[in-house]
């Protein structure tokens, strides 16, 4: 599990990199900049989502030891 939420997070940091690079700084709301930036958003939502998903995994393990 672990490895497979890391990978989740890579791919969500890579479809970051590919929307910044769709996206036109000279008019970021209009077009398809305004997809690269619901793109970035839900990407970063994504990358929390799985952070926090890790951070209670590890502290589970934890309670679980003691």
């Known amino acids: 599990m672990k490895i497979f939420t890391t990978l989740l ?3 969500a940091i ?3 990199v590919v929307n910044v690079m769709m ?3 000279d008019r970021p709301f209009e077009g398809n900049s305004l997809v ?3 793109g970035i958003v839900a990407s970063f939502c994504a990358i929390f989502i799985l952070l926090i998903f890790k ?3 590890r502290i589970e393990e934890k ?3 003691q």
């Open 14 to 16: 890579a479809l970051v």
């Open 55 to 57: 951070m209670s995994k």
């Open 36 to 38: 690269a930036l619901i």
């Open 9 to 11: 997070i890579f791919i």
């Open 63 to 65: 309670m679980k030891n």
């Open 23 to 25: 996206l036109d700084f």
